[in-house]
T-cell receptor, first 117, second 109 residues
Framework: EPEVTQTPSHQVTQMGQEVILHCVPISNHLYFYWYRQILGQKVEFLVSFYNNEISEKSEIFDDQFSVERPDGSNFTLKIRSTKLEDSAMYFC???????????????FGPGTRLTVT | DAKTTQPPSMDCAEGRAANLPCNHSTISGNEYVYWYRQIHSQGPQYIIHGLKNNETNEMASLIITEDRKSSTLILPHATLRDTAVYYCIRKDYGQNFVFGPGTRLSVLP
C-alpha cells in the first residue's frame, strides 16, 4: 500500500540554525500539507500546497517557514532560523483531491521529531 | 476551534466493541464528519467519514444521528492495537482539517 514517507525521523539542531524536513508524498497525489504537533498538544495545520504554490497557510506559518517541491517526488519544509518553540513533531500529508472537493482523505507520514536546543 | 466535543478518555475491554461519541450540534448541512486516529506519536490515520447515512468500512462503522448533531464511531472488536487518540472532525467544502484534543481510547487486556 502506498504511503507517505518522511526523513529524518529525528532531527536535532541548535537554535538559530536552518533545518529542512523532507517528505515523499504518495506518487499520484497532487495536494500536500504540513502539520505540527508540539508534545502533548493538538495537531496543528501549517500549510497546504498545490500546483507549485501555497494554497493556504496558518498563522503559525510565518516568514521563517517555507515549502518547496524541488522535484517530482519530494516536498520539503524549511525553517530558516529555528527557535526553541519550534521543537515538535512535523507531519507531512498528501491527498489526491483538495479543499475544492467536498470529501477527500489526507494520508499522513510518520513524522519528523524536531528538537531545537 | 475544532467545533466538536469528545470525551477526553475512554476504556474498552479487548474484544468488545468500542463506541466513541462525538457531539457536533452546530454542524451545517454541507459539513462532513471525519474520524482520524493517532497511535502513540505516529501520523494521524484516516478511519472513516460520512454526511448523513451510516457508513461502514473494514476499520469501523460510523453512526450519525438523524439530526446530525452527534455521531458515534464503532470499532466492533477492539484490539490492543486500537489504543490511540481518536479525533472527530467536521469539515466543509474549502476547509482544511482542524484537529481537536480527541478521545484517548485505552483497550485493556
Amino acid at each position: 500500500e502506498p504511503e507517505v514517507t518522511q526523513t529524518p525521523s529525528h532531527q536535532v539542531t541548535q537554535m538559530g540554525q536552518e533545518v529542512i524536513l523532507h517528505c515523499v508524498p504518495i506518487s499520484n497525489h497532487l495536494y500536500f500539507y504540513w502539520y505540527r504537533q508540539i508534545l502533548g498538544q493538538k495537531v496543528e495545520f501549517l500549510v497546504s500546497f498545490y500546483n507549485n504554490e501555497i494554497s493556504e497557510k496558518s498563522e503559525i506559518f510565518d516568514d521563517q517557514f517555507s515549502v518547496e517541491r524541488p522535484d517530482g517526488s519530494n516536498f520539503t519544509l524549511k525553517i530558516r532560523s529555528t527557535k526553541l518553540e519550534d521543537s515538535a513533531m512535523y507531519f507531512c500529508a498528501s491527498s489526491d483531491r483538495g479543499t475544492g472537493r467536498t470529501t477527500y482523505e489526507q494520508y499522513f507520514g510518520p513524522g519528523t521529531r524536531l528538537t531545537v536546543t | 476551534d475544532a467545533k466538536t466535543t469528545q470525551p477526553p478518555s475512554m476504556d474498552c475491554a479487548e474484544g468488545r466493541a468500542a463506541n466513541l461519541p462525538c457531539n457536533h450540534s452546530t454542524i451545517s448541512g454541507n459539513e462532513y464528519v471525519y474520524w482520524y486516529r493517532q497511535i502513540h506519536s505516529q501520523g494521524p490515520q484516516y478511519i472513516i467519514h460520512g454526511l448523513k447515512n451510516n457508513e461502514t468500512n473494514e476499520m469501523a462503522s460510523l453512526i450519525i444521528t438523524e439530526d446530525r448533531k452527534s455521531s458515534t464511531l464503532i470499532l466492533p472488536h477492539a484490539t490492543l492495537r486500537d489504543t490511540a487518540v481518536y479525533y472527530c472532525i467536521r469539515k466543509d467544502y474549502g476547509q482544511n482539517f482542524v484537529f481537536g484534543p480527541g478521545t484517548r481510547l485505552s483497550v485493556l487486556p
